[in-house]
């Protein structure tokens, strides 16, 4: 299989502190691994691509001082929300492409994260 | 540019009936597809993927989606929907992989079962 997991599945915070997301796959090695938020009832907008060993590559619009992103190892990448605020409220959910031509054509997905910011 | 198009964004089918959900891409090469379905408040689960080869692909659930690279379309298709079916469903589009390339979705459509 290839599974990936995130932690924590849920958190609530209080406006200000700054949140740290984990994204593991659990059985095989990801070269890169995506940010995605998803606003309630709506679709999954890419925020940032990572690339192990590199700086990630956000898209237009997205803080990358505000959502730092760091993928250290092949199976670990995670998103810290800093000094989140209300609207940082969303649900975040990663995935995985595996390392190899042919393992990129498809990403595998976390269960997500649900972030409210009180 | 490329994109994803679900041109229904909440379709109602009553439990037993036949669905279809239909979903349009634009892509400059020749595309990878997917069907995932997401529960409230749960994260994506792939139903089927269309690489290459046959254009009629099965997926798990019940569920099938045909490519048809005239029409620019991959619509999913059960020929009986279950209660257990409702939920929200993505469409999405990826393409030729340098170092990691994200999938592109469309807005999704949210499947209402009636009894």
């Known amino acids: 299989g290839a599974v990936v997991s995130q932690h924590p599945s849920w958190v609530i915070c209080k406006s200000g502190t700054s949140v740290k997301i984990e994204c593991r796959s659990l059985d095989f090695q990801a070269t890169t691994m995506f940010w995605y938020r998803q606003f309630p009832k709506q679709s999954l907008m890419l925020m940032a691509t990572s690339n192990e060993g590199s700086k990630a590559t956000y898209e237009q619009g997205v803080e990358k001082d505000k959502f730092l992103i760091n993928h250290a190892s092949l199976t670990l990448s995670t998103l810290t929300v800093t000094s989140a605020h209300p609207e940082d409220s969303s649900f975040y959910i990663c995935?995985?492409?595996?390392?190899?031509?042919?393992?990129?054509?498809?990403?595998?997905f976390g269960p997500g994260t649900r972030l409210t910011v009180l | 540019a490329q994109s994803v198009t679900q041109p229904d964004i909440h379709i109602t089918v009553s439990e037993g009936a036949s669905l279809e959900l239909r979903c349009n891409y634009s892509?400059?090469?020749?595309?990878?597809l997917f069907w995932y379905v997401q529960s409230p408040g749960q994260g994506l689960q792939l139903l089927l993927k269309?690489?290459?080869?046959?254009?009629l692909v099965q997926g798990i659930k019940g569920f099938e989606a045909e490519f048809k690279r005239s029409q620019s379309s991959f619509n999913l298709r059960k020929p009986s929907v279950h209660w257990s079916d409702a939920a929200e469903y993505f469409c999405?589009?990826?393409?030729?992989?340098?170092?990691?390339?994200?999938?592109?979705f469309g807005k999704g459509t949210t499947l209402s079962v009636s009894s």
């Open positions: 999405a589009v990826g393409g030729i992989w340098q170092a990691g390339t994200a999938l592109i």
């Open positions: 892509y400059g090469a020749t595309p990878y």
């Open positions: 995935s995985a492409s595996k390392t190899g031509t042919s393992g990129n054509r498809e990403q595998f």
């Open positions: 269309y690489f290459s080869g046959d254009t």
